[in-house]
């Protein structure tokens, strides 16, 4: 991470999309735009539909669930907030148009 630019960048963690996860346990989408086990590659081909760079790291734990490591993604987006950034990834990963 020390070497990325001043780019403003949103982190995403896989558990994001996950329809067996509650909310508690870091499901950011609705259910009904979450999808059974995402993984590391399917949101990063999720953000690559959507036109966005992205930088793999997958050997970086999601904080509430310390103990497996799933990966995250550093999305690079110039002007989207974190939440609809998720929601349209959701789309995309859903199936439908971001």
Known sequence: MKNISKERYVIVYPQYFDSKASRKMGRRVSKSLAVDSPSL?????????????????????????????????????????KKSLIEKIGRVMKGGAG
């Not at 539909?49 to 793999?56: H, R, S």
């Open 41 to 81: 590659a399917r949101v990063e081909e999720a953000c690559r539909k959507l036109g966005l760079k992205v930088i793999l790291e997958p050997d970086k734990a999601y904080p509430r669930v310390s103990n497996a490591k799933c990966g995250r993604i550093v999305v690079f987006c110039k002007d989207m907030q």
